[in-house]
């Protein structure tokens, strides 16, 4: 296929990006119509790549590397089949944006996995350890990335106060979800959630007496 003069420029037939080697240009191709390109693998299996995959190193092969990286991982280690191991590929497929939700609560967030961890199981399983009974993976701050220091095993309730959705409330020096508030003060949540949503002020709010 003969190429446009602005493919031209950036013709990658014949360059070798990890396993794969590329052999013609194959066209636009999603919705951006971005370039893609013919290549083979090392292990003999033909596949179509877009340009800025091959360039950033996203795509260094047809598959055959990650799965021979996983089954290295599995005779290393022995651990598939365990809670830590679920919630180390959960916590990567997360970040990768897979489904829609992920992409809009990780990916467009910038939300990333540390070089570490995200290359390494056993990296991960060293800092984080065993998961407690009825624990799940928990970022500290919701805004930032999967790494040692941001990261804990939380119970659900401590996930619930966590969501970035939750409104936090200053009152008294400390900052808490109104969730907290209202079962610190002993108040009625819903009450509570109303008294805020009608205007209320803090102090009356978390103050006030309710039925």
Not at 40 to 63: E, K, M, P, Q
Not at 107 to 126: L, M, P, Q
Request: hydrophobic share 30%; glycine share 10%; aromatic share 10%.
């Amino acid at each position: 296929m003969a190429l446009n003069i602005g493919m031209q420029r950036h013709d990658l037939t014949g360059n070798k990006f990890g396993r794969l080697t590329v052999v013609k240009y194959a066209g636009p191709g999603g919705v951006d119509k971005k370039p893609k390109w013919e290549c083979i693998c090392d292990c003999g299996t033909a596949r179509t790549i877009f340009a800025a995959n091959l360039r950033s190193g996203t795509t260094s092969s047809c598959g055959c590397l990650q799965k021979e990286r996983a089954s290295a991982t599995q005779k290393t280690h022995g651990m598939k089949y365990t809670p830590e191991y679920r919630a180390w590929r959960s916590m990567i497929d997360r970040c990768k944006g897979f489904s829609a939700g992920d992409k809009e609560s990780y990916t467009d967030r910038g939300i990333k996995v540390c070089k570490e961890w995200s290359e390494s199981f056993e990296a991960f399983f060293a800092d984080m350890g065993h998961r407690p009974e009825g624990m799940t993976l928990d970022r500290i701050d919701n805004d930032g990335d999967y790494e040692l220091g941001n990261c804990r095993w939380a119970t659900l309730r401590q996930q619930a106060n966590n969501k970035r959705t939750n409104r936090r409330i200053l009152f008294e020096g400390r900052t808490q979800t109104m969730k907290q508030w209202a079962d610190e003060k002993r108040l009625n949540y819903v009450t509570i959630k109303a008294r805020f949503k009608n205007g209320w002020s803090v102090i009356r709010a978390l103050t006030t007496p309710t039925k």
